[in-house]
Each structure stands twice: as structure tokens, then as C-alpha cells.
T-cell receptor
Framework: KAGVTQTPRYLIKTRGQQVTLSCSPI?????VSWYQQTPGQGLQFLFE???????NKGNFPGRFSGRQFSNSRSEMNVSTLELGDSALYLC?????????????FGSGTRLTVV | SQQGEEDPQALSIQEGENATMNCSYK?????LQWYRQNSGRGLVHLIL?????REKHSGRLRVTLDTSKKSSSLLITASRAADTASYFC?????????????FGGGTRLMVKP
């Protein structure tokens, strides 16, 4: 059974550019959530999608957005990149929109903004 | 912002010893989960304990939850060098409202062979 797949694994972008990250959840999982991990702020929740609808959103500026497709694959987009957006972005999938079932995380996309 | 604080921030032990990590949180929760992360890679789900449970076991792992003190502990028995990693607790304070975990700052565990 394939795990959660995140692409690309590594990315280097210049300030002011935009970036799109992709996450393919485990087959059958309908909930996808995104987290940002930085040395200074730790792991922070970005947003969660379930059946193509954003159910929860963390405390991030509007430059951070996402969407989920009918096949449950999700993308997140960051526009007008800042140096502080350099981070490991993690995607997690869950069978249902209930955390009591636990999460499976992908290996992450490491974004470096220069 | 982080809901939980983990203690200690770093722990170094010898192979075969037990490792105990503690997590405190601030609000009432639905469940508390523990994850492991190796060298900045993805998180691996270890164990989940619900708010109405007090103790749970999984292999060499033992988790306790004290909702009155808003704290949890993770015990790894008979540690191995392969247990070297960062360990995070995460809480979900939302009931039937989707998924949104709040993570602690993590404990860096080093197990020396």
C-alpha cells in the first residue's frame, strides 16, 4: 500500500516568486492536512481539506492557499515568497475527518527561499 | 502557537536504558498523539491516546495521559540506537470538527550504542 507522496522533495525559489507543492494521500483517504515546520516556530498547522472543502485553516497569511481535487490529491501554493517561508512542508492524510483515526505523514517538501 | 511543551528538550541515554519524555498542554483535548521524526524527514505516528483513556501500550512504548494535570508521558523501554530521533506530542482539541493538530516543541533523543 503506497504511503503519502509529496512532490517535489526539495525546492529552491527566489524571494517574490510563487511555489506549488503537491500531496497525494493514501488511496481511500479523504482528509489531507498541511503543516509547516521551521526551527524557530516548530510544527504549525496550515490547513485541512476534506472532500474538496477546506475545513480548517491555521494562522497564516493569505499568501498561503491550497486546494483539494476530486481524487483527494492536494496542492498548496505560496505566493510572493519571503525568506521566512523556508521550511519543511509536511502533508498528512487521514481516512476520515476525525483525528481519532490518526494520521500518516509524507516525507515532506523542503523549500528554501533565497 | 504551540499548545504543548515537551520536557526534556534533549535526552541522551545508553542503549538498553529506558527513555521518558513528558508533554504538557493547555486546553482540553479530544486526543493526544505521539510522533517520531528522523533527521528532518516526515513524521511517523507512534500511538494515540483518547481523552477518556489513561494508559496505552504499543510494543516497547507506553503512554500515559493525565487530563487533570494536562500532561502526558511517553516511555520507551529497552531503547535501541535506532530509536534516536525527535519525538513530538500533538493534541487535537476539536471535537468532530475536522483535523487540526497542535504540536509541542519536541524532545531530541539520542541513544548511544
Amino acid at each position: 500500500k503506497a504511503g503519502v507522496t509529496q512532490t517535489p522533495r526539495y525546492l529552491i525559489k527566489t524571494r517574490g516568486q510563487q511555489v506549488t507543492l503537491s500531496c497525494s494521500p493514501i488511496s481511500g483517504h479523504r482528509s489531507v492536512s498541511w503543516y509547516q515546520q521551521t526551527p524557530g516556530q516548530g510544527l504549525q498547522f496550515l490547513f485541512e481539506y476534506f472532500s474538496e472543502t477546506q475545513r480548517n485553516k491555521g494562522n497564516f497569511p493569505g499568501r498561503f492557499s491550497g486546494r483539494q481535487f476530486s481524487n483527494s490529491r492536494s496542492e498548496m501554493n505560496v505566493s510572493t515568497l519571503e525568506l521566512g517561508d523556508s521550511a519543511l512542508y509536511l502533508c498528512a492524510s487521514s481516512l476520515v475527518a476525525d483525528s481519532n483515526y490518526g494520521y500518516t505523514f509524507g516525507s515532506g517538501t523542503r523549500l528554501t527561499v533565497v | 502557537s504551540q499548545q504543548g511543551e515537551e520536557d526534556p528538550q534533549a535526552l541522551s541515554i545508553q542503549e538498553g536504558e529506558n527513555a521518558t519524555m513528558n508533554c504538557s498542554y493547555k486546553t482540553s483535548i479530544n486526543n493526544l498523539q505521539w510522533y517520531r521524526q528522523n533527521s528532518g524527514r516526515g513524521l511517523v505516528h507512534l500511538i494515540l491516546i483518547r481523552s477518556n483513556e489513561r494508559e496505552k501500550h504499543s510494543g516497547r512504548l507506553r503512554v500515559t495521559l493525565d487530563t487533570s494535570k494536562k500532561s502526558s508521558s511517553l516511555l520507551i523501554t529497552a531503547s535501541r540506537a535506532a530509536d534516536t530521533a525527535s519525538y513530538f506530542c500533538a493534541t487535537d482539541a476539536r471535537y468532530n470538527a475536522g483535523n487540526m493538530l497542535t504540536f509541542g516543541g519536541g524532545t531530541r533523543l539520542m541513544v548511544k550504542p
